[in-house]
């Protein structure tokens, strides 16, 4: 069982950056990938970005490509999603999710975090 929590969301301006963590307590942690999603109010949840167990491998939504970047610290059994030019459909709950591979469908992660709220005024 792995337990994720998420922080670092909040109100920020178009055009801001806000920079998202998802800590972990097992060491397991940096034994798998991680991903973010998102999911709007009334909308399903979406794949925003994942990161392989090492680092090495990233994968992004063409959405938030070049703006979005996604990297890990497995010392600190930690993942970030630095997110920058933010636009007010970037406006969502904000999950980090684990899994054995960088996969972008949400069926396919076993463990999840309780979402942190980005929201993104014009």
């Known amino acids: 069982q792995v337990q994720l929590v998420e922080s670092g969301g909040g109100l920020v301006q178009a055009g801001g950056s806000l920079r998202l963590s998802c800590a972990a307590s097992?060491?397991?942690?940096?034994?798998?990938?991680v991903g973010w999603f998102r999911q709007a109010p009334g909308l399903e949840r979406e794949f925003v970005a994942a990161?392989?167990?090492?680092?090495?491998?990233?994968n992004f939504a063409n959405s938030v490509k070049g703006r979005f970047a996604i990297s890990r610290d497995n010392a600190k059994n930690t993942v970030y999603l630095q997110m920058n030019s933010l636009k007010p459909e970037d406006t969502a709950v904000y999950y980090c999710?684990?899994?054995?591979?960088?996969?972008?469908?949400?069926?396919?992660?076993?463990?999840w975090g309780q979402g942190t709220q980005v929201t993104v005024s014009s």
């Open positions: 999710a684990a899994a054995d591979f960088t996969y972008t469908r949400v069926s396919l992660y076993a463990y």
């Open positions: 097992e060491r397991t942690f940096s034994n798998y990938a």
């Open positions: 990161i392989s167990w090492k680092g090495g491998s990233t």
